[in-house]
């Protein structure tokens, strides 16, 4: 398993105008394949043309949803380095992920170097603009045909890469957020700490909801009370209260994001208060009316920093910062994209280099 086969297609693509990158919609030449049966565990790791895969009508994933994935970024930074963001953090999830769905373990190390073999291989892929990269994306299904309802034999794993654009245009513009009442995303004992397929089943609804209303994302609350803030979208959330950093903390049904965890070290070590707490919605709306509430941003690998300019809760409109992105915000943001793209020094030892 050690060896990678590198099968290149000499066909290449064309690749696209830089201005007009859409989230996810254009993948390169290759991607990364490994298997898994119970023989060999995982095997036969290639690099080959990207195109469809072929699967088993009865493929376990397809009825049961055993399915896990990952999402990080390779960034052309300073003097053409390539480097990723903490991608043993990604790595780690992954594995936290597989064992939550009882997919078998995978060697974290070789899987980070598969894909700083795959991204070296598409290097010319990876965008130059302010604020562009190119999205990775490691994800693990099973693919044995069987309609029994169990841990599958047979899985794969599929490591598929995608040139992203400026997530903002023109500077971060604050989103407007609808606090979602009736449905719910994840409980407890569920899967909501693992980066899972489902959870985004069971999330879609809500999303497509929220949008029809003028809302871009959904905040999600706490499944058994409705009470307490747990997510927003794809993304965790902070609050700046009266001069603290408040953020849920991580209660078993919230995915642990990597950008979540950086936030906290840089604001531990600028020396702000940030605390780890269960935070409710009306401890928000309080404050709003105490001008107590100065930030309310989220985090992810995609956006980075998404300040919300509005929050709509039972009916009352809760406006941050008069829709304006704060200050700490904007740091944050600069600041993390600064480390990602070498131009602000790495102290914290969070990129590496492919
Ligand atoms: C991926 C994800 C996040 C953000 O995690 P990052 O590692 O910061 O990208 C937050 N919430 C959910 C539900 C996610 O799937």
Redesign the pocket.
Known sequence: MKDIQIYKRDDLKQKPLQDHLEFGQIFTDHMFLLDYNLDQGWHDARIVPYGPIVLDPAAMVLHYGQAVFE?MKAFLAKDDQILLFRPNKNMERFNQSNNRLEIPEIDEDFILHAIQTLVNIEKEWIPSGKGTSLYIRPFIIATEPCLGVRAAHNYQLLVILSPVGAYYSEGLEPVKINVESSYARAVRGGLGTA?AAG?YAASIKAQTEAKEAGYSQVLWLDALERKYIE?VG???IFFKIDGKVITPELNGSI?A????DSIIELLQSWGIPVEERRISMEEVFEAYNNHTLEEVFG???AAVISPVGELFWNEKQVLINEGQIGKLSQQLYDTITGIQTGFIPDTLQWTVQV
């Open positions: 999402g980066k959870n997510e794809s993304m965790n995915l994001g990597v950008t979540r985090t992810g690998t």
